[in-house]
């Protein structure tokens, strides 16, 4: 039920992750952060009316060659849902 973005970030993951399997799974903007000194300014971005929409479109452009250059380097390479992987 939340429908505020998702700030994701730390050592456990990488932006390819969070763009290729995170992301599309929420639809109320999901952001990787590497480290906490770069959230401030993510959330400025964030809680700004006028900055949100046009920030979650850059980055959800960038997410998109993300995913186009994984594919490139993976191809053939299917994506299983977790109940197929279960």
């Known amino acids: 039920g939340f429908t505020i973005p998702l700030l ?3 050592a456990t993951t ?3 992750h969070t763009a290729i399997k995170i992301a599309p799974s929420y ?7 590497p ?14 009316p006028t900055q949100k929409a046009d ?9 998109d060659r993300v995913i186009a250059q994984h594919q490139r380097s993976r191809p ?7 109940a197929q992987a279960r």
Do not use: F, T
């Open 14 to 16: 990488s932006k390819a």
């Open 27 to 33: 639809a109320h903007g999901v952001v990787y952060v």
């Open 55 to 63: 920030y979650l479109s850059r980055v959800q452009d960038e997410y």
């Open 35 to 48: 480290n906490a000194s770069r959230s401030v300014s993510v959330v400025q971005s964030l809680i700004s």
């Open 76 to 82: 053939g390479e299917q994506m299983l849902s977790l």
């Open 8 to 10: 994701i970030g730390g």
